[in-house]
C-alpha cells in the first residue's frame, strides 16, 4: 500500500456500536484487515461516513463519535444501523479551528504569525513524507519572512513542487490552477485579500506599493502560508477522488454483492463529500444499493452533477447524471458562513482578471458546499426547516440551505466544520427512509 498518512487504523473512542473503519490509503487501495470488519457488521442499514480535509486520527474519530450519537434514538424500529468510518490520507490544520474541538483563534494569540505551529509542521510532514527538504525550507521561509522578491520566488517553486503542478502558464494547462502558475507576489497580495475578508485576525491587506521589489514585501507571508494551505488542499482533491472511484466504491460494491439486502446511506463531510460522491461512479448500472448520499460542505463543483455546463454546452460535471445510480435522493447541504467554500475554493479553482474580480465570486468555480447543486433542472432548493418539516425528494439532486445550524467557526474556513448537529441527522435519517 502506498502512504496511509496520520496513522489511521482501526477506530476506537467511538461510542455507537457497531462501528468500524473502512481505512484507503492514498492510491485508494483498502486495508483488508478494516474492509472485513465492514463485511462482518449484523445490520439492515450502514452509513458509511467519509471526513474531510482537517483531519487527523485523532478528530476523525470525534467528528464520527459526534456525529453517529443521535442516530439510534432517530430511526424505526426495524433499522438496525452499521456505522462506518470511512479513513484516508487528508491532514490537519491546526490553525483551522473546528467548532466544539477547538477554541477558536487559540493559535492566533500565541504569535505565530505566518510561521508553520509545530502540530501543522509534523501533519505536512506525514502528508509529504518524501518532501521533508523542501518543508524544512518553506518553514524557514515562513518563520523569517524576509523581505526579498527572490525569497517569494522561491517560495512559489517550492510549492508547485509540493502541489505536483508544472510552472507553465494556466492558459497551457487550464486544469493547474492559476494561483500556482501566476505571479506569486500578485497571488500572496491577493490571498492576503482574501484573509482580510475571511476575518483572520493577523492577517494585514498589503498596501499595493508593497509588491514593489524591496518596498514592504514582509506582510505578504501570510498569503504565503496561505499559497502553502491551497497546494496541500489542491493534492487532497485530487486524492479524495481517487480514494472515492478506486477505493471506496468497489468496496461497496463487492460488499453490496455478497449482502444483496444491506442498504448503504454515504455521508461526506469536505473533501469527504468528494469521496462518497466519485464512489458512484463504480456503481454498476441498475444497481439499488445506495440508498442515500448527504454532503455537507461538499468542496467541490456545484455543476458536478449537471448534464451540461452553462458555459461550456458541450461537457456535463465531472458526476454528470450519476445522481441516477442512488435509489435515493443527492441531498447537498450548503451555508453562507463558510470561508472556506465561499471565498477560498473559487480564488483557487481559478485566479483570471484584476484583483477585484479576483475576490468577487465567479459562478464558474463555485463549491457545492457554498450554494447547493447548480444547472440539474428540478433540482428543488430548501431550507433546512422546510426539508426537516416537509421531507426531501424521494430520488435526484436537492439542495439545503443549513445555514440555521451551520454558522460556528473561526477564520480562516468560517463555518465549513461545523457539521455536528442533530438537525443534520435527522436529514440523513429522512433522506434514506429510515424514521420512525
Known amino acids: 500500500m502506498a502512504d496511509v498518512g496520520g496513522g489511521f487504523g482501526i477506530g476506537v473512542g467511538v461510542g455507537v456500536r457497531p462501528y468500524a473503519e473502512l481505512t484507503f490509503d492514498s492510491e485508494g487501495d483498502v486495508d483488508r484487515v478494516t474492509q472485513g470488519a465492514v463485511s462482518r457488521m449484523e445490520a439492515t442499514d450502514l452509513l458509511v461516513f467519509?471526513?474531510?480535509?482537517?483531519?487527523d486520527r485523532s478528530t476523525a474519530t470525534r467528528l464520527y463519535d459526534r456525529f453517529f450519537a443521535p442516530f439510534e434514538g432517530l430511526v424505526g424500529s426495524g433499522v438496525r444501523l452499521g456505522y462506518v468510518g470511512v479513513v484516508w490520507p487528508a491532514m490537519r490544520f491546526s490553525d483551522e479551528p473546528i467548532p466544539d474541538f477547538d477554541a477558536p483563534g487559540a493559535l492566533a494569540e500565541l504569535g505565530l504569525g505566518s510561521a508553520l505551529d509545530p502540530l501543522t509542521r509534523r501533519a505536512l510532514g506525514e502528508f509529504w513524507p518524501e518532501r521533508r527538504a523542501e518543508l524544512d525550507r518553506v518553514a524557514e521561509l515562513l518563520a523569517e519572512r524576509p523581505d526579498s522578491a527572490a525569497a517569494f520566488i522561491e517560495f512559489g517553486?517550492?510549492?508547485?513542487?509540493?502541489?505536483?503542478?508544472?510552472?507553465?502558464?494556466?492558459?497551457?494547462?487550464?486544469?493547474?490552477p492559476a494561483i500556482f502558475t501566476d505571479d506569486v507576489l500578485e497571488v500572496c497580495r491577493t490571498l492576503c485579500l482574501a484573509l482580510v475578508r475571511a476575518g483572520a485576525p493577523a492577517a494585514a491587506a498589503p498596501e499595493g506599493p508593497g509588491l514593489t521589489v524591496g518596498g514592504g514585501l514582509r506582510g505578504l507571508w501570510d498569503g504565503a502560508k496561505e499559497l502553502l494551505r491551497q497546494a496541500a488542499y489542491y493534492k487532497m482533491k485530487k486524492r479524495a477522488g481517487v480514494v472515492g472511484e478506486r477505493g471506496?466504491?468497489?468496496?461497496?460494491?463487492?460488499?453490496?454483492?455478497?449482502?444483496?439486502?444491506?442498504?448503504?446511506?454515504?455521508?461526506?463531510?469536505?473533501?469527504?463529500?468528494?469521496?462518497?460522491?466519485?464512489?458512484?461512479?463504480a456503481v454498476p448500472d441498475r444497481a439499488r444499493y445506495v440508498k442515500s448520499v448527504?454532503?455537507?460542505?461538499?468542496?467541490?463543483?456545484?455543476?458536478?452533477?449537471?448534464?451540461?455546463?452553462?458555459?461550456?454546452?458541450?461537457?456535463?460535471?465531472?458526476?454528470?447524471g450519476l445522481q441516477r445510480r442512488v435509489d435515493g435522493p443527492v441531498v447537498a447541504c450548503h451555508s453562507p458562513y463558510d470561508s472556506a467554500l465561499k471565498i477560498f475554493?473559487?480564488?483557487?479553482?481559478?485566479?483570471?482578471?484584476?484583483?477585484?474580480?479576483?475576490?468577487?465570486?465567479?459562478?464558474?468555480?463555485?463549491?457545492?458546499?457554498?450554494d447547493g447543486v447548480q444547472a440539474v433542472p428540478g433540482a428543488p432548493?430548501?431550507?433546512?426547516?422546510?426539508?426537516?418539516?416537509?421531507?426531501?425528494?424521494?430520488?435526484?439532486c436537492v439542495s439545503v440551505d443549513a445555514g440555521s445550524v451551520v454558522r460556528r467557526g473561526g477564520a480562516p474556513s468560517g463555518a465549513h466544520s461545523d457539521i455536528c448537529h442533530e438537525e443534520l441527522a435527522r436529514l440523513v435519517v429522512d433522506a434514506g427512509r429510515m424514521g420512525r
Do not use: C
Open 50 to 55: 467519509a471526513h474531510g480535509w482537517n483531519s
Open 157 to 176: 517553486a517550492l510549492v508547485r513542487e509540493l502541489a505536483g503542478v508544472d510552472a507553465v502558464p494556466a492558459m497551457v494547462a487550464p486544469s493547474v
Open 248 to 281: 471506496l466504491g468497489p468496496v461497496l460494491a463487492q460488499l453490496a454483492a455478497a449482502r444483496p439486502a444491506l442498504r448503504f446511506h454515504l455521508i461526506g463531510h469536505s473533501f469527504g463529500a468528494r469521496v462518497v460522491s466519485f464512489s458512484l461512479r
Open 294 to 320: 448527504t454532503l455537507l460542505q461538499g468542496a467541490f463543483s456545484h455543476y458536478a452533477f449537471a448534464d451540461r455546463l452553462p458555459h461550456d454546452k458541450g461537457n456535463g460535471g465531472a458526476l454528470r
Open 345 to 370: 475554493y473559487p480564488l483557487a479553482s481559478r485566479m483570471a482578471g484584476d484583483s477585484a474580480g479576483l475576490l468577487g465570486f465567479d459562478e464558474r468555480w463555485g463549491a457545492i458546499g457554498h
Open 381 to 396: 432548493r430548501l431550507t433546512l426547516d422546510a426539508a426537516l418539516r416537509e421531507g426531501v425528494p424521494a430520488a435526484g
